[in-house]
């Protein structure tokens, strides 16, 4: 692969990347988010590549790839806000747009045209009411092959449950997850294997359910919803909300590879509520395919609690692009890993 400068491809992260991703505001035009401990996440990224717009020894914008096996994942695609609004420049900002483009569809067939090294495809995660996500996928042949569901779990005070406990001996859940998951689109296992641990509930000596965790920490600048601006006024005032959302720094347990035996209702409810007092949080995110056979089974029999009844379930585009004309479907849940959203 080759670009020209001002684009330089780098196998390492640097501090500027980290400036830029510190900045930058996630999310829809409904909800608004940015990323605490980027610097950790960067760390443990799986055989990253980064395509910098470089300008001055200065980053302004950056796409990174994660190289699985599965496929290619695009982690991180952000510009630096002032890119936008720079008086200085007498380039019109619809000929940089069309630039801009122009570069990095080169940059994805490149990628394709590597023989043996070529990726099986790309791959991202989208929120549809985001436009810059939406430009993204619509202008370099990404389309939509599953509905990612945003799941949340809360409990204003979790109840201590004796019976989930963190698992010290994975035998039993790696077999289960070969059983259970190897075999789904985009399973990629580094994170799961790695970094956080698994919780399991145990009855009578026997694991009945699991799930692997991740902690996350986000600054919240603006909730979803007709009714965000108040209730982002009353957070502060209501001691119920005001547990499970945090907005200057809420910290949350992300779980995935979710197991209970039978799809039994009663396991996994216990099992999040423990994870929740064993991590001393007060909210969970499950970023789970629609299809996911245990999910279906579930949502409607789970109490989610209060943020659920506020927030409700959104939902995310898993979108996809490979090498050939014809448009690949997935007839199987995709796997999904939690660190790939936080």
């Not at 692969?1 to 992260?13: G, L």
């Not at 395509?51 to 290619?72: A, F, M, P, Q, Y």
């Not at 909730?223 to 547990?243: D, T």
């Amino acid at each position: 692969m080759k670009v020209d400068p001002p684009f330089y491809i780098r196998d390492n992260y640097s501090s500027e990347i980290l400036n830029l991703l510190k900045t930058v505001t996630l999310g829809s035009n409904g909800a608004r988010y940015r990323h605490r401990n980027i610097e950790q996440r960067i760390k443990n990224l799986y055989k990253p590549l980064y395509l910098n717009l470089e300008r001055s020894e200065k980053i302004l914008g950056n796409l990174t790839l994660c190289r699985r096996e599965v496929g290619w994942y695009v982690r991180y695609f952000a510009f630096d806000p002032k890119m936008q609004t720079n008086q200085k420049t007498k380039v019109k900002p619809k000929t940089k747009t069309n630039k801009l483009k122009t570069i990095i569809q080169s940059f994805f067939a490149d990628v394709f045209d590597q023989g043996e090294d070529s990726p099986k495809l790309l791959y991202a995660y989208i929120d549809p009411r985001n436009e810059r996500s939406l430009w993204m996928s619509q202008n370099f042949g990404f389309y939509t092959v599953a509905k990612i569901a945003t799941q949340t779990f809360s409990r204003v005070r979790p109840k201590r449950k004796d019976d989930v406990v963190v698992a010290d001996d994975l035998t039993f859940i790696k077999e289960k997850i070969k059983q259970e998951f190897s075999n789904l689109p985009l399973y990629f296992d580094h994170h799961t294997f790695n970094e956080s641990p698994f919780y399991e509930l145990v009855k009578e000596g026997e694991t009945v359910a699991f799930a692997k965790t991740h902690s996350a920490e986000w600054v919240i600048e603006r909730l979803p919803g007709k009714r965000k601006s108040f209730l982002m006024s009353i957070i502060p005032y209501v001691p119920g909300v005001r547990k499970v959302v945090r907005p200057a720094a809420h910290k949350f347990t992300v779980v995935d590879t979710v197991w209970a035996k039978e799809s039994e209702a009663k396991y996994m409810e216990e099992l999040f509520e423990g994870i929740l007092e064993k991590e001393d949080k007060n909210t969970m995110v499950w970023w789970v395919d629609t299809k996911d056979l245990i999910y279906k089974k579930l949502k409607k029999k789970i109490n989610w609690g209060l943020l659920n009844k506020i927030n409700g379930t959104h939902e995310v585009d898993l979108v996809i692009k490979n090498n050939s004309e014809k448009k690949e479907k997935f007839s199987k849940p995709t796997y999904v890993t939690g660190f790939d959203f936080i």
